[in-house]
């Protein structure tokens, strides 16, 4: 299973790792080696972090605060106040180390380091009053994204995830109105 990063925050895409959530929710982090996996694969995150039961509970208990947050400001409502304790406290926790050397980047530390970091990119993007967070315009998807377009004209929160199946749903459907009696499907 690919996650994808294309909500423009590690944040949101951390929330993102539960699809679809008002119709048949989907977790894409089931178990803790899921979570390591995406914290590997998440851009300026740590590469290896070992998630044990307790790390585990606190990340996706981060994400739904996240989540909720995030909601919050898209739909102009004041923030949750229980949530905003939860990333505030993640956020208040140790950051990744990071060191430069010739080959470049390396960020090391502990899922809490990782998570705080998370927690820090969140609230960097839903203090900013500037952030347009928009969720996504296909039916079903519920991600949550930062349109950062000129004009903030974007619809979907990834062409490959959405904007792609939409247009080709479209299509389909376009065929369908103009060939009424074709069993074709
Ligand atoms: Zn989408």
New binding site residues.
């Given amino acids: 299973m690919e996650f994808a990063f294309v909500s423009g925050n590690p944040a949101l895409d951390l929330a993102a790792t539960v699809e679809a959530r008002r119709d048949e929710p989907a977790d894409l982090l089931g178990t803790p080696s899921d979570l390591e996996r995406w914290v590997a694969a998440c851009d300026g995150l740590p590469d290896e972090v070992t998630a044990d039961t307790a790390t585990f509970e606190a990340a996706l208990a981060l994400r739904e605060a996240l989540y909720r947050l995030a909601l919050d400001r898209v739909l102009g409502t004041p923030f949750d106040r229980d949530c905003l304790a939860i990333v505030n406290a993640a956020a208040a926790g140790p950051v990744p180390a990071m060191e430069l050397s010739d080959t470049g980047l390396r960020l090391s530390g502990d899922l809490r380091a990782a998570l705080s970091q998370v927690a820090r990119r969140g609230i960097a993007v839903l203090a900013d009053p500037g952030a347009r967070l928009k969720e996504?315009?296909?039916a079903g998807?519920t991600?949550i994204y930062l349109d950062r377009s000129r004009g903030a004209r974007r619809t979907?929160?990834?062409m490959d995830?959405?904007g792609n199946r939409v247009k080709a749903a479209a299509y389909r459907a376009r065929r369908r109105a103009a060939a009424p009696q074709s069993t074709v499907e």
């Fill in positions: 996504c315009g296909r998807c991600r979907w929160c990834g995830e959405c």
